[in-house]
């Protein structure tokens, strides 16, 4: 059986197309992927209206792409999985009416997937599988979670942010200072430069016993050491602001992590969504959890940020499940709010 996935929630449209064999792991065929981050960086940020037009542009030439890859023609796809939510509703009702649309044309059902079940299950895609149960860190630009995962579905969350996610913690931080749209890449390429214990910055509920999380203080206390700078601050100085802030953004997630690991006794963490590539995180994780014996799996690092493939990956689980709520290709709905695990 094979899965068309479009993924187009956000800045990116990507398409990928996913073989699920009659046993074993689903297998990525191929993907395409165009990001707009080059066209919403004059803006400092994403501009929704863009995005979806963008995506319109975009979308059919990337299925072609992915098609001719893969040597398989469109009427040989059986299922057309499109990302439903959450996410910007005008960029949600490109990847939906593509897909509902072709799977009306070649009579084929669709599948909407939740985005974040698609990151979730994105280290599925890796060489290093991970097995089931385990905990899940999603970090990505809109979310932070920590979640208990037993199966496709079976998802329990122990903890999440109560303000901003760690993406926009690393992206407000790097606007103020003044590093372009999406931040977070930017400002771990400056942190490397830096001494992360150059600024003194608040750990906001680093002690709360729980798993959750909370930025928002974070980001205040960078804008006061960015005052504090003055107009204009050293190149050393900015570096080292980002290597502190950085540092402060990892350690919460690696303690609450941590927290969420010692809760549950499970022995596996599987890290997902776009922060998810940041190097330093990884170096943190792989050391704390080498010492505990827990064994930590990522997505490969393409597949952190927004894809198609997670998309085609979250749908072809679901259908070997028996789980996937197959619909025929006319009529859609998408779910800009969506919590995962809600109906
Ligand atoms: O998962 P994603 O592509 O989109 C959402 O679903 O939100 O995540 C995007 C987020 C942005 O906030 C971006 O700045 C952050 O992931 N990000 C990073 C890195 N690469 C992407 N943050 C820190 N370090 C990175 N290397
Ligand atoms: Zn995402």
Redesign the pocket.
């Known amino acids: 059986m094979l899965v068309l996935g479009f993924e187009s929630?956000?800045d990116?449209t990507g398409v990928a197309l996913v073989e699920v064999p009659a046993a074993g792991a689903p297998q990525l065929r191929a993907q395409a992927l165009h990001s707009q981050i080059r066209m919403h960086q004059a803006y400092g940020g994403v501009v929704p209206e863009l995005a979806s037009r963008d995506h319109i542009r975009r979308v059919l030439p990337l299925t072609r792409e992915v098609l001719s890859q893969a040597q398989v023609a469109l009427s040989d796809v059986d299922v057309i999985a499109y990302t439903q939510g959450p996410g910007l509703a005008g960029a949600l009702l490109v990847g939906a009416g593509v897909a509902v649309a072709m799977a009306a044309a070649l009579n084929k059902p669709t599948v909407g997937v939740h985005?974040l079940e698609g990151?979730l299950l994105s280290p599925f895609l890796s060489v290093d599988p991970p097995e089931f149960p385990f905990v899940a860190l999603l970090?990505?630009?809109?979310?932070t979670q920590l979640m208990r995962v037993d199966d496709v579905g079976q998802y329990q969350m122990l903890g999440e942010t109560i303000d901003d996610?760690a993406?926009?913690a690393?992206?407000k931080s790097?606007k103020l200072l003044g590093l372009p749209y999406?931040?977070?890449?930017h400002?771990?390429r400056l942190a490397e430069q830096g001494d992360p214990t150059a600024f003194d910055l608040p750990r906001p509920m680093l002690k709360s016993g729980k798993p959750d999380f909370s930025f928002a203080g974070l980001k205040t206390a960078v804008l006061t050491q960015v005052k504090r700078l003055g107009e204009v601050p050293t190149e050393q100085q900015k570096a080292d602001l980002a290597a502190s802030t950085q540092a402060a953004i990892v350690e919460l997630l690696l303690r609450k992590s941590l927290l969420a690991l010692k809760e549950t006794g499970l022995k596996r963490l599987v890290v997902a969504?776009?922060?998810g590539?940041?190097?330093h995180?990884r170096e943190q994780l792989n050391a704390a959890c080498a010492k505990r014996q827990i064994r930590v799996h990522y997505p490969e690092l393409s597949l952190?940020?927004?894809n198609g493939a997670m998309i085609a990956m979250a749908a072809a689980m679901r259908l070997q499940r028996g789980m996937a709520s197959l619909r025929p290709g006319a009529g859609f709905e998408v779910r800009p709010r969506w919590t995962l695990g809600a109906a």
């Not at 970090?139 to 979310?143: A, D, F, I, L, T």
């Open positions: 929630s956000c990116e985005h990151h970090v990505s630009g809109g979310h996610a993406g926009e690393f992206d790097a999406p931040g977070g890449p400002l771990a969504g776009g922060v590539a940041n190097r995180l952190c940020t927004d």
